[in-house]
């Protein structure tokens, strides 16, 4: 299977797919490719004749103090993984065929929806995400494209994305796979040490203690926060960085009372890794 490193070399291969008639989907990764990404590959192949997945480590949405350069990176491994799953193209495309010189556009989804959970936390991030996401969809030209649920936030920015640039393009999401012990898949994962990793287990366990409260009827949204708080900050490895609560899909507010589709994000700081995960409840 190739991997195609320019945007003509790509739009040449999917120019050729198209006169085909092949239907296209695109996975965007930034590589390091775990089973969460192989769920997302493993769905566009299913609904798909031609599946790209794009390998590339996107400058833009890291800050300066974040860990671009450490980010783990392994194109071939990737390679063979979506290889294997029945991806039909990698497309790695470098930094300057990305961005070549002169480049100065940035495409930004405005308003409370990317300033809320890891947008407070990382406030360039996700004017990154959509910039580089837009490249794609315009060299790709994808009929579908697959986001997980574990970047919720990201998914939705996305659909926001998608809508208000009448991009023909379909979303799909995915849910978060896990660990046999329910720690979300991330590429980032690889950061932790031993006991961090031991300790890393405060996310989706405090978030599956926040289901049991809710569905045993609690409904006041400072209780379930407060439990989340207490939960992460007696991990002595673990800093909380944000536990939020809210409506389910839009991440509007909640009022005090929760009641419907609810978003329960947590994102928790340790020595090198910073890992979000998250639920949604359906309170009726
Ligand atoms: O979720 C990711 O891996 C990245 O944010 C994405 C969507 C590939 C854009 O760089």
């Known amino acids: 299977m190739p991997v195609y490193q320019t945007v003509k070399e790509m739009t040449g291969a999917l120019a050729a797919a198209r006169r085909g008639g092949l239907s296209i989907g695109l996975v965007p990764t930034m590589g390091a490719l775990h089973e969460g990404h192989a769920s997302l590959i493993r769905a566009a192949c299913a609904e798909n004749d031609y599946v790209v997945v794009s390998v590339f480590v996107n400058p833009t949405q890291f800050a300066p103090a974040e860990d671009l350069s450490a980010y783990p990176r392994d194109l071939e491994k990737d390679r063979r993984l979506a290889e294997a799953i029945g991806a039909r193209a990698v497309f790695a495309p470098s930094v300057e065929e990305m961005y070549p010189e002169g480049d100065s556009t940035w495409v930004e989804v405005g308003g409370r929806l990317t300033g809320l959970l890891c947008g407070r ?15 794609f969809f315009n060299i790709i030209r994808p009929d579908r494209t697959y986001f997980g649920q574990k970047d919720g936030q990201q998914a939705q920015v996305m659909r926001r994305l998608l809508t208000d640039l009448f991009l023909p393009v379909e979303l799909k999401i995915l849910p978060i796979v896990r660990e046999k012990d329910d720690l979300a898949l991330s ?43 207490n939960a992460v900050q007696s991990e002595p490895l673990a800093v ?16 005090a009372e929760l009641s419907g589709q609810v978003f329960i994000g947590l994102a928790v700081k340790f020595s090198r890794a910073r890992l979000i995960d998250n639920i949604v409840v359906d309170l009726g």
């Open 121 to 135: 936390s990382r406030p360039t991030h996700f004017r990154g995400v959509t910039t580089v996401m837009t490249k």
């Open 187 to 229: 590429s980032r994962n690889i950061y932790l040490s031993e006991d961090e990793r031991r300790a890393a287990l405060v996310l989706s366990r405090s978030l599956k203690e926040a289901r049991g409260r809710l569905e045993n009827g609690e409904r006041s949204r400072a209780a379930i926060l407060d439990g989340l708080k």
């Open 240 to 255: 909380l960085d944000y536990a939020e609560i809210y409506n389910f899909p839009d991440l509007g507010e909640t009022g």
